[in-house]
């Protein structure tokens, strides 16, 4: 069974442009999270999204979007990008609400790196 | 405000011997713990979890103890081989407060085995 992927794995942006990071879910999965990894912090909670709609949301700038499609994969946009966005970004699926423990599968990453 | 705390940023030891990596929490609402493992530049593995009404759970050379009164989470891998020399991520989440199925990490603890 295919895990959680992850596109693209390396993205490389300028300052002020525009990110799109894709994932794909474990089939079969419907909740969709995304965290950040910046260098030196922790995994850090963004966003959360199940059956398509948006569940809860980090602390973070509203320059961090996304949504989830009918299939269930996702989509991370970040707008405005700044230098202190360059970070490794995961995301992880679960069975969803429905599941009695919940336990998140993460993908591979996409290393953004803002210039 | 460190809700999950993993107070050993590193631990070395002998293949063959047992490795024990420990975890603290503040948040009472906590109900749902896991451990990942985590290698550079790539997504954390899950490895093994434990819910709260559990005090023990393992698989394998994996087991994970939990002590509520205490806040208190250990996961002991026994024995420890070269291949389990990665980064220790913690992570908990308050899976029955519907919104907060997010997972909040600790900072990991650097494993090394010594072979």
């Known amino acids: 069974e295919a895990g959680v992927t992850q596109s693209p794995t390396h993205l490389i942006k300028t300052r002020g442009q525009q990110a799109t990071l894709r994932c794909s879910p474990i089939?079969?999965?419907?909740?969709v999270y995304w965290y950040q990894q910046a260098l030196g912090l922790g995994l850090q909670f963004l966003l959360w999204?199940?059956?398509?709609?948006?569940?809860n949301r980090g602390n973070f700038p509203p320059r961090f979007s996304g949504r989830q499609f009918p299939n269930y994969s996702s989509e991370l946009n970040v707008n405005a990008l700044e230098l202190e966005d360059s970070a490794l970004y995961l995301c992880?699926?679960?069975?969803?609400?429905?599941?009695?423990?919940?336990?998140?599968?993460f993908g591979p990453g996409t290393r953004l790196t803002v210039l | 405000d460190q809700q999950v705390k993993q107070n050993s940023p590193s631990l070395s030891v002998q293949e063959g011997r047992i490795s024990i990596l420990n975890c603290d929490y503040t948040n009472s609402m906590f109900d749902y713990f896991l451990w990942y493992k985590k290698y550079p530049a790539e997504g954390p593995t899950f490895l093994i979890s434990i819910s709260s009404i559990k005090d023990k759970n393992e698989d394998g050379r994996f087991t994970v103890f939990l002590n509520k009164s205490a806040k208190h989470l250990s996961l002991h891998i026994v024995p420890s081989q070269p291949g389990d020399s990665a980064v220790y991520f913690c992570?908990?989440?308050?899976?029955?407060?519907?919104?907060?199925?997010?997972?909040?990490f600790g900072t990991g603890t650097r494993l090394t085995i010594i072979p």
């Open positions: 992880a699926s679960s069975l969803g609400t429905g599941d009695l423990e919940g336990t998140q599968y």
């Open positions: 992570a908990a989440s308050a899976h029955w407060d519907f919104g907060n199925e997010k997972l909040t």
């Open positions: 089939s079969g999965h419907t909740s």
């Open positions: 999204y199940d059956e398509g709609e948006e569940r």
